[in-house]
């Protein structure tokens, strides 16, 4: 297991640029991908982009690609989420969640994101 803990949460204009980050403390052997996740209110929580821990790959979710870029420092064990280009409807709280060997997850607690028209 884990511990996931986000920051970089706060205010940004439409059209403006924010990022989030998400630390992982505990033991990362057995990581198998990092990826954000968010819940506007009265949605569902959806996904938003993720990165293989072993490589390159990344996938997105079809509204934030070529607007959200995610990245990781295994070093610093910190993935972020770079978002541009912000939208009205990218406001949610944004979650950092951790895949494990055996589908095993664990989920931050979350950092808001509110955007100002």
């Known amino acids: 297991q884990v511990r996931l803990v986000e920051s970089g949460g706060g205010v940004v204009q439409a059209g403006g640029s924010l990022r989030v980050s998400c630390t992982i403390y505990g033991r990362t052997a057995d990581m198998v991908a990092m990826s954000w996740f968010r819940q506007a209110p009265g949605k569902e929580r959806e996904f938003v982009a993720r990165?293989?821990?072993?490589?390159?790959?990344?996938d997105y979710a079809d509204f934030g690609r070529g607007r959200f870029t995610i990245t990781k420092d295994t070093a610093l064990l910190t993935v972020y989420l770079q978002m541009d280009s912000r939208k009205p409807e990218d406001a949610a709280i944004y979650y950092c969640?951790?895949?494990?060997?055996?589908?095993?997850?664990?989920w931050g607690q979350g950092t808001q994101v509110t955007v100002s028209s």
């Open positions: 990165t293989w821990w072993n490589g390159a790959a990344t």
């Open positions: 969640n951790a895949l494990r060997f055996g589908d095993a997850e664990d």
